[in-house]
Structure formats: C-alpha cells, structure tokens
C-alpha cells in the first residue's frame, strides 16, 4: 500500500485534502496543471502544504513517470482545473481505473456535456457552441428563440463567472461578443460561446460519490439565485435539504443518469440541475468537490462531505449509499450592490445575537474597496444559520437582508 496521496490542483475546495488525507495516515503530493494556479484560486494555492509538489509543463508522459515513484493507488482533482489533468494521468498510471476515459470532455466542457447527455437520450436544454455570429443567429431562428430569454457563457468556467442572461428582445449580440476571447477566471480563453435556453424553476445542488459506478448522494441542496442586471449567477441563499425529501427524490433519478451520461464511475461528483415545468435539466456536472465554502456547511448539515468521503473510501474502503440531514441550515450570500468602499461593517451589529445564528464571515475588511456581486467569487459576506425550527430560520434570515439593506458602499 502506497503512503502518498497525489492531489491535481488542490485549490479551492480541494486546498482541504492535504490534512485530511495526512490525518489519515497519507503523505499528501501536489500535482499543478501550470506552473502558476489559475487565477481565480492563488490565495488557495499551499505548497508548503504537501511532501512534494510537482507542475505540469506540457509533457504528460514526463509527469507521470514522475509521479511513478509514489506508487499510487488512485489520484484525485481537488478542483475544476485539475478535472482533465487528473483523467489523463489515472489513464497512464492506473489504466481503467477512473471514469470513462472517452467522455472525460464531457466533465469539463459544458457543449461536450449536452452532447454526452443526448447521446444518452437524457433531456437537456437546447444550446449551442459557436465563435461565429452568424451561425448563432441562424441557430436562435431555427429554434424559435430569436428575441427570448437566454442565457450566454463560456463553454469552461465556474461559479457563475461570465454567466448572462439577455432578456426578451434583448442584444444577444453584445453579450456575445463580451465572453467571445476574454480569458475567464479558470485563466482559459473564450475560443466560443455557448447560448443557451433560459431555463425557468427551482435550481438544486446535488452532491455525489461514486464507486465502480454506482452513485450515492452526499447532500442535496435548494438554491435561491437573484439577478442584477444582466448577471444570474448570482447567488442568495442555500438551503439543505432531507433525502427523504419529495423534492430530492424527484431529482435523483435524472441526477443518476447525468452522472452515468458523462461517465462518472468513481470519485465526487456536483450536479447543477433545473427542475423545470417539463422535469429536470441540467445546468451543469463537474467531477470534483463542491467548491465556495460548500464542504464546511455540507459537513454541519449532514455531518459528512465530499473531503471526508474521499478519504473513506480511498484510505479505508469505506463507501456510504446515501446520507442523513442532522440539522436545518441556511447559508445566506451577502450581495455588495456596486463597487466602491465597504464603510459600515455595523450593519450587522446583532447578527451574532440571532437564535439560528452560527458562524458569519465578511470576505473583506471595512473601508476597503470591494467588488459588486457578480458571481460567487466576488459576494461581501457568508452567514450561516442553523436551527431546528424552519420559522425561526425564516425570520432570522429576513432580519440578515434587512441588515444587507443597510451596508453603504461609496463609490472611489
């Protein structure tokens, strides 16, 4: 038995495997897919978190004999920019041993995904992938949605980064050519756009471990998402939910055939998913942990998490077939309203004095100048409430926004 744990791209949520696995007995090694973390996770990047630390530079052959010398038994992605790196050196180093090989796209790119989805026959949403203005316009025609609701991103991003919507009768175009050929915040181009239906219900975040291809739920949770302006990836709260809940076992049959779809056999999962008037569709799949501060809440809810179940299962053989939900909890995304110099940290004077109160963190300090909420990246704050009565959550949490209501931020 190895006792080294190789970890590609442990940013984000996956800078949270290091001690896990070493409290588990493994040596934890870092695999970087550059010689620099994308951009979005430098502040999560510890090399001085790991025994080795080794970066990819082009030649995968060359890592993976590297990476021999550690005898593995396995590799994991600790992030979304480590998903395909990790693929491709399971495939040298422990052939047949991880997901499907020939869909690995489809757990990154969000056009590979719809196409694995149809080739499954599982519903999606109409969408297309295109650098060409032209064919996208012919694209909208033939599908009867030229002047409606739609949604524009990049086929490779993350946490709502570049996510639009164009409303009715809206220029499509000029969203369009805003995500065409920047570089997002996983560090990528634009090369295309994917456009995309708009989607109306309720959206669900479901968390998944996988052995041998068989799929167990880790947490189930209920979104709320507000827009402003032209940005819907903005988020507002988070709601966990019981898997015995009506709405999660509505959700979980599809969920299955998703993973199954993009050729998840083993590992985490985290499934967007869009219950609809005509069933559930997919946002989007990943095949790593649930990032944003989702291990710690999904841990009080439930008392388990993606981290912890990896580790179970790769360190000790331990595979769970579902999970339980041991208290109600709310998380709540503070929203900065515009740019500018957060002055009034006092607003929220009293939320610690809340009866569902549990933890709050304020991302940046007071009269520093702080982004507008755009996406998850860029939010105020995050309060967490835990309570056994819904109504009290309820109320607390209007009391949190009314709190928000009162933040000033003035402009540089």
Request: net charge negative; with cysteine; charged share 25%.
């Amino acid at each position: 038995m190895s006792d080294y744990t190789i970890i590609v791209d442990p940013l984000s949520t996956g800078q949270e495997y290091p001690a896990a696995f070493r409290e588990a007995g493994r040596r934890p090694v870092a695999v970087l897919s550059g010689l620099e973390p994308p951009p979005a996770y430098t502040t999560s990047w510890n090399p001085q978190d790991f025994d080795h630390v080794h970066y990819f530079t082009g030649d995968i052959q060359a890592l993976a004999e590297e990476l021999r010398q550690y005898e593995p038994e396995y590799l994991v992605p600790g992030a979304e920019s480590g998903v395909e790196l990790c693929d491709q050196l399971i495939e040298i180093l422990l052939p047949g041993t991880g997901n499907v090989p020939a869909l690995a796209s489809a757990r990154r790119d969000k056009w590979d995904m719809a196409q694995a989805l149809t080739a499954a026959g599982v519903p999606r949403l109409r969408q297309v992938l295109t650098a060409d203005e032209a064919e996208a316009e012919e694209w909208l025609k033939a599908n009867d949605l030229l002047g409606r609701r739609l949604v524009i991103k990049p086929p490779k991003s993350a946490a709502g980064d570049e996510v639009y919507v164009v409303f009715e009768g809206g220029d499509w175009r000029e969203r369009f050519h805003r995500v065409l050929g920047r570089a997002n915040k996983m560090g990528l181009i634009n090369d295309a756009v994917l456009i995309q239906e708009y989607a109306e219900g309720t959206e669900y975040l479901v968390d998944t471990y996988s052995v041998d291809g068989v799929h167990a739920l880790v947490d189930v949770c209920r979104y709320t998402k507000v827009g402003r302006g032209d940005k819907i990836g903005i988020y507002r709260r988070i709601d966990f939910l019981a898997e015995d809940d009506a709405e999660v076992q509505a959700l979980w049959p599809y969920t299955r055939d998703v993973l199954d779809a993009v050729g998840i056999r083993i590992g985490c999962g985290h499934v967007e998913v869009m219950m609809t008037a005509d069933g559930p569709r997919l946002i989007e799949v990943a095949a790593r942990p649930a990032g944003g501060g989702h291990q710690m809440v999904s841990e009080l809810a439930t008392g388990d998490n993606h981290i912890k179940r990896t580790v179970a299962h790769r360190v000790r053989g331990e595979v769970r077939d579902g999970f339980d939900l041991v208290q109600h909890l709310r998380g709540i995304f503070i929203i900065a309203p515009q740019e500018g110099y957060f002055r009034n940290r006092e607003a929220f004077d009293g939320i610690e004095d809340l009866k569902s109160f549990h933890w709050w963190k304020v991302l940046h300090e007071e009269d520093a100048v702080v982004p507008a909420t755009v996406d998850l990246f860029t939010c105020l704050a995050w309060v967490i409430l835990i309570h056994s009565d819904p109504q009290t959550l309820d109320e607390d949490y209007a009391r949190v926004l009314e709190m928000e209501e009162k933040i000033i931020i003035e402009t540089p």
